[in-house]
């Protein structure tokens, strides 16, 4: 007999999933051989009658799962000059990865540090305030999603976001990430998961370059030829011919940006959304999403937009039970980011809040302007926070009424490298405070207690997403440099983990077309 499926089965939130298999057994008439849950969700419209709901495979017959087969450059095909990636992010990694995958082994170049040793560079930075411009919460192996949620929803659909699920899950990423409709890994399992990828990497016969960027390219008759790279650990730099690149280099990386401009790679303006980290009690979140019965479910989360203004405004990367982060990587600037390890077990839930940006507010048509505006208000937020790196931060009560706070209620800080009371309207621009205002109000009325007067703000979060979009055809290849590949979330062709990887995967099988010409 083929596999079955059933779906929309409901039950309760106080059920066993062994009850699952029951109904398994029942539909077969015998015990299955094989059985699966595919999907899982949670109704909680009716907050007394809160459900699981499933979808379920079984078959009396064993599965044997299907290793998929990738088509390898024979010998004869494969570069004579290396494929560099530049990157070890998601889309960096999951490009080395199927790159392998194809026979062709790359070699890494990542300007952070090993993901232990950039641990510990992160908690330098939040005892002593000495950051490390080149490891730090947004650069270092496995980029930024390393101190993040892990968050692997994604706005994007195919069969390649399996795939990508099955990486994780290769590599030691929870096997419930493949049917939860809401997966996530957790920063304290990404740090393992990441490591693992390395490994595989170096042991499939790639290499991996820590501390070492990307300084310069060299292209001649609009193709790439080769590339600068500076070795911090030996303090060299060095010039390599190689046979294509893949720009994977996350969506902070300025001085790469400036780099490519100045090199004339086409490049614009790409849309983006800055605003604050909003903190609150994560089980206030927890009964308005779940009511009575929160404490049986896993720390709630919520997903908010608000049109109440003439800027679109939403939540972003929310984190229950989670850390608001210090994520700067340049000096006398505070960037804020969200993070949660997997048991999600912290006290408060804290979520992006963020306003469309229009290209009107910083009125430069220059493909880096937006750039270059993310970083006058992280320079603001630095000078309101005390010039410590210490965030400016205000109650929601008084952010509504224009008033400087002077005490925490019931929420306390989680920001690692100290808070400040100010107004942040000497951070953020009078649109956006007003923007942030309005839907603070409007949020309320579909999240109750989501204007609690206690909640805290804490600015500046404004590495949302790429400010620049790396422009490339259909290819992958940049439209104006032939083995150039612009990559993931920091070319402006990615939203978050899950959509980086699949790009990774999506160049890298465009990078292998390269050589079957």
Not at 242 to 271: N, W, Y
Not at 272 to 298: C, D, M, N, T, W
Not at 359 to 382: H, I, N, T, V, W
Request: charged content about 25%.
């Amino acid at each position: 007999m083929s596999v079955r499926t059933l779906s929309d089965i409901k039950l309760p939130i106080t059920s066993k999933e062994t009850e699952l298999f029951s109904l398994a057994q029942k539909k077969l008439g015998k015990k299955p051989a094989y059985f699966a849950i595919k999907k899982k969700s949670l109704d909680a419209r009716d907050k007394d009658n809160l459900r699981f709901v499933y979808t379920i495979e079984f078959s009396d017959e064993a599965q044997t799962p299907q290793s998929p087969i990738f088509e390898r450059l024979p010998k004869s095909k494969l570069p004579q000059n290396p494929v560099v990636v530049v990157g070890s992010g998601p889309a960096g990694l999951f490009c080395a990865l199927r790159l392998i995958d194809h026979g062709i082994c790359p070699i890494v170049i990542e300007r952070g540090a090993p993901v232990d040793e950039r641990e510990k560079n992160i908690q330098t930075f939040f005892d002593t305030k000495s950051l490390n411009v080149d490891s730090n919460v947004q650069f270092g192996e496995g980029g930024a999603g390393t101190f993040s949620d892990g968050k692997l929803n994604t706005q994007t659909h195919g069969a390649i976001n399996r795939e990508v699920l099955e990486t994780f899950v290769k590599f030691g990423a929870p096997k419930e990430i493949l049917w939860l409709n809401k997966p996530h890994i957790g920063s304290d399992n990404l740090k393992n998961v990441v490591k693992n990828m390395r490994n595989y990497i170096l042991e499939k016969g790639g290499e991996i370059r820590f501390h070492t960027r990307l300084t310069d390219l060299f292209f001649y008759g609009g193709e790439l030829k080769e590339i600068e790279i500076f070795d911090k650990s030996k303090n060299v730099n060095e010039r390599i011919a190689v046979s294509a690149l893949v720009l994977a280099i996350g969506h902070s990386a300025r001085d790469t940006f400036e780099k490519l401009c100045l090199r004339g790679v086409p490049m614009r303006q790409k849309d983006f959304a800055v605003g604050v980290r909003i903190e609150h009690l994560q089980e206030k979140i927890a009964f308005a999403q779940y009511g009575k019965s929160f404490s049986l479910l896993p720390a709630a989360d919520y997903k908010l937009v608000s049109h109440a203004s003439e800027r679109a405004t939403f939540t972003f990367c929310m984190c229950p039970g989670g850390y608001v982060m210090p994520a700067t990587s340049e000096q006398e600037c505070v960037v804020t980011n969200g993070m949660s390890n997997y048991a999600r077990d912290g006290k408060n839930a804290n979520s992006a809040l963020i306003a469309q940006v229009n290209r009107a507010d910083f009125q430069d048509d220059s493909p880096l302007a937006g750039m270059y505006f993310q970083r006058k208000l992280e320079q603001a937020a630095y000078i309101a926070g005390g010039k410590t790196y210490a965030a400016p931060t205000q109650l929601v009560k008084d952010f509504l009424k224009d008033k400087e706070s002077s005490a925490f209620g019931e929420v306390s800080p989680t920001y690692a490298a100290g808070t400040r009371f100010a107004d942040l309207r000497s951070v953020l621009p009078a649109p956006i405070v007003g923007a942030l205002k309005t839907a603070i109000l409007d949020m309320d009325k579909r999240l109750k207690g989501f204007a609690s007067p206690d909640a805290i703000l804490t600015a500046t979060e404004t590495r949302t997403s790429s400010p620049v979009r790396i422009e490339r055809d259909e290819t992958c290849q940049s439209i104006g440099v032939k083995r150039l590949f612009p990559c993931g979330e920091g070319a402006g062709y990615a939203g978050g983990i899950t959509s980086s990887a699949a790009d990774g995967f999506r160049v890298a099988k465009s990078v292998f077309a390269l050589f079957c010409e």
